[in-house]
């Protein structure tokens, strides 16, 4: 069975004050991990995929990484616009489901002023 | 494109009811998902369909639940009768060809059942 496991749960930065969160994952046959930002109310927004291990994507402030095992989302001199839900997935390589993502239970990000 | 378009955005109702809720896929997406989104169990998958075809339905809770993708435009989720812990947000999703692609979500519809 796929897991995705996020931590932490919540993370409260300065304004400027640089962090990573982390996506451990368990998967047979990774095809593509997904970073979502997620706003209250809000569907999720996609963000980046990663395919395989040694992959970095950036975005603005926002840079992913993944290795083998787990996924991290660094974000430098953040803002408070920054702050959101990230969420993380993977989807499996095989066939049948392959289409799903199966979703972490994401990180609450709040950046102060 | 519109995105992905999910209606009602907010439905309240009561124990016992038919719920009805819309999803209007990005036009070209073959792949249409609906999720389930709740504090305690996060964003689970009930349902997805290819070109319009229901390939896994292994999330769909109970009975009480069912999906209609008649067109490729078009799906709808349906529960009945409505529960209280049926009360989530649902989203619609949808993506495109290759199975490495990303799904693009809704803005979802809130289901509050009393």
């Known amino acids: 069975e796929d897991q995705v496991t996020q931590s932490p749960e919540a993370l409260r930065l300065q304004e400027g004050e640089s962090s990573s969160l982390n996506c451990s994952y368990t998967v047979s046959g990774l095809r593509g991990l997904f970073w979502y930002r997620q706003d209250p109310g809000k569907g999720p927004e996609f963000l980046f995929t990663l395919y395989s291990a040694g992959e970095e994507k950036e975005k603005e402030r926002l840079k992913a990484t993944l290795t083998k095992k787990e996924s991290f989302l660094h974000i430098t001199a953040p803002k408070p616009e920054d702050s959101a839900t990230y969420l993380c997935a993977v989807r499996r390589g095989t066939s049948g489901s392959a289409r799903q993502l199966t979703f972490g239970s994401g990180t609450q990000l709040t950046v102060l002023p | 494109d519109a995105g992905v378009i999910q209606s009602p955005r907010h439905e309240v109702t009561e124990m016992g009811q038919e719920v009805t809720l819309r999803c209007k896929p990005i036009?070209?997406?073959?792949?249409l998902f609906w999720y389930r989104q709740t504090m305690m169990r996060g964003l689970e998958l009930l349902i997805y369909?290819?070109?319009?075809?229901?390939?896994?339905d292994s999330g769909m809770p109970e009975d009480r639940f069912s999906a209609k993708m008649p067109n490729a435009s078009f799906s709808t989720l349906k529960i009945q009768p409505s529960e209280p812990r049926d009360s989530a947000v649902y989203f619609c999703?949808?993506?495109?060809?290759?199975?490495?692609?990303?799904?693009?979500f809704g803005q979802g519809t809130r289901l509050t059942v009393v």
């Open positions: 999703a949808s993506s495109k060809g290759q199975a490495d692609t990303e799904a693009f």
């Open positions: 369909f290819n070109n319009n075809v229901p390939i896994d």
């Open positions: 036009s070209g997406h073959d792949y």
